[in-house]
């Protein structure tokens, strides 16, 4: 077979085409996986951050600042025990955080869950309730009468991790946005 452009062609169009039906394949084969990791991820951080519950709502979904926040609404008795909020703050160092905040019906935080971040390991992964006990300063709190602002600035009661002052802020903003979106759940 002579070489020719055409021939060239036709075989680089065969190898593009065998190579995109197998990255099509694999795709199918591992986006179940995937989505089932990703929802076990999900109900596990409700489970952290919420007191013991029997059943979890379908989340109301409410997009802010071009993404989007998920309430989810848990019962026990047929009684509101607290929501699960999964929120976000695009100002962490690394980027984009995702965190679960917990609230009980009072409106208290019961418990925060990292989801994902890009923190800078060492220092800003401090968020993470393995790493540090950053997290632990926000159980028991009311939004009301504790202000979601880092002291080092003069906005509020949270204190920041050393050496990490923006992946705080990052989360105090994540959780802030959780409470105002929950709140009018919570006035019902």
């Not at 909020?85 to 019961?110: L, W």
Request: net charge negative; charged share 25%; with cysteine.
């Amino acid at each position: 077979m002579k070489s020719s452009l055409i021939n060239m062609v036709m075989v680089l169009f065969l190898i593009t085409l065998v190579c995109a039906a197998a990255i099509g394949g694999v795709y199918e084969l591992t986006k179940e996986p995937i989505d089932a990791a990703k929802q076990a991820k999900q109900i596990a951080a409700i489970s952290e951050v919420l007191p013991s519950f029997e059943k979890v709502g379908i989340p109301q979904e409410k997009s802010v600042d071009g993404d989007v926040v998920k309430i989810y609404e848990a019962t026990s008795g047929g009684k509101v025990v607290g929501y699960a909020v999964e929120t976000f703050s695009k100002n962490g160092f690394g980027g984009t955080i995702r965190i679960m905040v917990g609230f009980k019906a009072d409106g208290t935080i019961s418990g925060t869950s990292v989801i994902s971040h890009s923190e800078t390991p060492g220092l800003g992964d401090k968020i993470d309730k393995s790493k540090s006990d950053f997290s632990k300063q926000f159980e028991g709190q009311n939004p009301e009468t504790f202000k979601l602002g880092v002291k080092k600035d003069g906005a509020g009661d949270v204190d920041a991790i050393t050496a990490a002052t923006i992946s705080s802020r990052a989360f105090v903003d994540a959780v802030n946005r959780a409470y105002q979106q929950v709140k009018p759940y919570m006035e019902d």
